[in-house]
């Protein structure tokens, strides 16, 4: 089989012939569904669902046999609930072969192993499920979005031609939620980058954007960086049950009337859903600062943030509109009045980037500190500036005498063009390659940044570039960066580690079989390290930053390795990896920006950092031998995590 993997010397994608025992079950270990099992909020109330449901159709059924349905299996959990509390039968349906083997191991090891057969298939596929149809669906096939897995369509088709008459559904139904925010952290997500600020209009065109929905960690939004301008707005309201109410498309004017003035800059979206139809048991997806006594953290699923067409500007007590649009699998919103069908990007930077680089770039212009420092290395200077996708050239233009910006997408190409059309600079030259430099700069600039890049490692193909340009044009080329530093600290996270911890036993049912095949192949490979949003998730540091490997930006390209100690692991289950660059008199850090006396860190919002979360027989040790190697061949760092 073929695998895709990013070449780090180049950015270039490549398609590589994986080993002829390469293991399905890696892809299973880095699927992540352990937050998922140990959400033990959402497997209680289905559990409470199906206690309700099960009962019922078993009164109500002359042969008082109950035959349920279970969409998504995923670790058998739900068969394995519906079996104990009585079903007489059960069809478990996988489309992900990895997981089906896994839950076909499972629930065929269990007590009721002869009440429930797993079958890897899609649930629209399926033209029957073993003689006879569904008295009660049970199904989580739910995203952020509610019905962006394809909930409408299962549901509807499930209960057409899987389901007897009267089939129950758990869950049930389920509403969404909207309240419309004036949020300058929110709207630097996707507002067009501005030189000047909200002095310029449009340099790209009037574009707002695409209507997407962008995932969030809301409850780690702070309160101060976002006012409310309404309260909650239902937006939709799901019957899952009744297959004639499971509409695809459809649209809703929904009122509200603002208790403050404001702009709308966001509007922020969740959901809940009705277990059983008796209006007690929820799964309540608001944020923390919404729901305090209720609240669950869960990363699977998420709130989200989605942006209006124009930003619409309310006053206290006005009642506003909001058009509320879904479809199949999205949902968006539009003004009154307007063209309420799907927006998508038209000046090419959204449909580009994602939201985390508009973030990016928006805070690096909005950065006077670092803007300050580019203009002095800049000023009266031929400026030649690295990266893919880097829009550090349109600052430099500001004092440089010359600015040639080195970028190698056609894409960006023409946006970049556009600025300098838009901002009348006439000092600035877009080429190609760096073998398309004919006249030697007085210095290399870089943030760095490039588009393709996964991690904040990626991001040293800056040193190959510099290479290059220096053997075109001598080893005395000035250049910033000079030098890259990559750190590591110990992290206690308050929940995010439990998306990759084992599983064990879960509400009774012994899933250590998921553990068995997941675990091992984490530990079967290189260390995993996985790239996250640190910013949306809470933890306490608990010790002092650590140097790993440091890159001197010479033109010389050596491999490197390090063995260095991280202490007070005992405390923490998590180790965050980030760069840091000295870029002039100005560090630029991709991963730690501050440390509050109570230790809770301040993570760059425009990057991923990297985040290594020991496996079993590494957790609860007092520190652990860390060891990275960068490799000058390839351009990539390897990581080995040890006891000492």
């Known amino acids: 089989m073929f695998l895709e993997k990013v070449n780090q010397k180049t950015g270039e994608r490549e398609w590589v012939v994986a080993e002829e025992d390469y293991d399905m079950a890696q892809e299973l270990a880095r699927s992540r569904f352990g937050d998922m099992i140990l959400d033990f909020d959402r497997n209680d109330k289905f559990l409470e669902g199906l206690k309700t449901t099960v009962p019922e159709k078993k009164r109500e ?131 067009i980058p501005r030189l ?21 960690q809301l409850s780690e939004v702070k309160t101060h960086e976002f006012r409310e301008l309404s309260d ?73 943030v989605y ?28 003004e009154v009045g307007k063209d309420t069908t799907r927006t998508y990007c038209v000046c090419g930077l959204h449909s580009m980037l994602s939201r985390q680089t508009v973030y990016h770039i ?93 991690n904040p490692w990626s991001h040293l193909r800056f040193l190959y570039d510099v290479e290059v340009l220096r053997m075109l044009h001598g080893d005395q080329l000035k250049v910033e960066p000079h030098v890259g530093t990559l750190k590591a600290l110990p992290e206690s996270f308050e929940d995010l580690h439990k998306i990759a911890a084992d599983v064990g036993t879960v509400n009774g049912f012994d899933l250590s079989f998921f553990d068995e095949i997941s675990t091992k192949a984490r530990a079967a490979t290189d260390a995993i390290v996985d790239e996250q949003s640190l910013w949306e998730y809470a933890g306490t540091v608990k010790g002092e930053a650590v140097e790993l490997l440091t890159f001197p930006v010479d033109g010389k390209i050596l491999s490197w390795k390090c063995a260095v100690r991280i202490e007070k692991m005992d405390s923490s289950n998590g180790i965050p990896i980030w760069m840091e660059w000295q870029f002039g008199n100005v560090s630029l850090s991709t991963g730690l920006l501050s440390v509050s006396d109570s230790g809770e860190p301040e993570w760059n919002k425009g990057y991923k950092q990297g985040v290594y979360f020991p496996i079993s027989d590494l957790q609860n040790e007092p520190s652990l031998n860390l060891r990275a190697l960068f490799d000058n061949s390839s351009g990539d760092i390897t990581f080995q995590f040890s006891k000492v």
């Open 196 to 216: 000047n600020g909200s002095e310029d209009e449009h340099p790209l065109g009037n574009c707002s954007g695409t209507a997407a929905v962008f995932d969030v």
């Open 232 to 304: 909650p707005i239902v937006a939709f309201k799901f019957d899952f049950e009744h297959e004639e109410n499971i509409i695809f498309d459809e649209s809703f004017v929904r009122k509200a009337t603002a208790h403050s003035s404001g702009t709308i800059d966001a509007i922020l979206m969740w959901w809940d859903i009705d277990m059983d139809g008796t209006g007690k048991t929820f799964i309540d997806m608001a944020p923390k600062w919404k729901n305090p006594d209720n609240y669950a953290w869960r990363d699977h699923w998420m709130q989200a």
């Open 362 to 454: 928006n805070e690096m212009f909005e950065n006077h500190k670092f803007r300050s420092e580019v203009d002095r290395l800049s000023n009266n200077l031929h400026v030649t500036t690295v990266g893919e996708g880097s829009f550090l050239g349109l600052l430099a233009a500001k004092t440089a005498k010359k600015v040639t910006i080195i970028e190698g997408n056609e894409r960006f190409r023409d946006i970049f063009y556009k600025y300098i059309q838009y901002y009348n600079m006439k000092n600035v030259e877009i080429i190609e390659k760096a073998t398309n430099l004919t006249e030697t700069p007085d210095i290399i600039l870089a943030e760095p940044f490039y588009m393709s890049a996964m």
């Open 61 to 191: 059924n002359e042969d008082g046999k109950v035959h349920v349905l279970d969409i998504g299996t995923g670790t058998g959990l739900l068969s394995l609930m519906a079996a104990r509390e009585g079903a007489d039968k059960v069809t478990a349906l996988e489309v992900f072969k990895p997981m089906g083997d896994c839950a076909r191991h499972i629930t065929g090891h269990s007590e009721w192993a002869d009440k429930i057969t797993v079958i890897s298939e899609r649930s629209t596929d399926v033209s029957q499920i073993g003689g006879s149809a569904a008295d009660i669906i049970v199904a989580e096939v739910f995203d952020t979005e509610l019905i962006g897995e394809g909930a409408l369509r299962t549901f509807k088709e499930a209960l057409q031609r899987l389901a007897k008459p009267g089939c129950r559904v758990v869950p049930s139904s389920g509403n969404v939620y909207i309240v419309p925010v004036e949020s300058h952290l929110l709207e630097m997500f996707n507002t």
């Open 307 to 334: 942006f209006l067409p124009q930003k619409k500007k309310v006053e206290m007590d006005q009642t506003f509109e909001i058009v509320c649009n879904h479809d199949e699998f999205s949902i968006w919103f539009s």
